[in-house]
């Protein structure tokens, strides 16, 4: 391990960010802390000169994004309820894919409601409109982005879709 400190304003740095960006970069790094004007940046070995220079530039060129929270799962639902038909069936056939599916290998804290949700969308005689099922399906869909806010933000199956299940936190 090697660790290399760059003096820099550190004010609004997000470490978690910066690390991602130095590791997308090919760059070793394992860990960032910002700790008042330091950047600190632990290696898994020993950077080049190339490569220390190359971090420095990361570093001095780092822009936080800004601290996001979950959205309102309603929105959600409301921005899922716009799309056209085709769309909601080819997020439903991507979240059914897998054994197990998609939805239910889900962590977040809504993941039970994932399952409940499913079981009304599919298996629970009480629900027997086609409609009714639908707005199960687009309710499960909504919690699931929640849980995953980069999930309908241009996915493979469908890149017109952009859904984010977060939002920047106002200041």
Known sequence: ???YSYAMPAAGLRGE???GELQAAGLPAVDVSVTGDQVQVVTSRDLSSAEQTQTGNLVAAHVPNPERRPRLIF???QDIGALTGAQKVSIWGDLNAGTPPKWAQDRGPNAADNHILWL????V???QTA???QKCQQMLIAIY???NP??????????AIDIPGDEPIPE
């Open 120 to 123: 009304f969308a599919t298996q």
């Open 125 to 127: 005689g009480a629900i």
């Open 17 to 19: 960010q910066l690390l």
């Open 145 to 147: 982005t929640q849980d």
């Open 131 to 133: 409609t009714d099922r």
């Open 75 to 77: 929105e959600i639902y």
């Open 150 to 159: 980069q999930y309908l933000v241009h996915p493979p199956f469908d890149t």
């Open 1 to 3: 391990m090697a660790l």
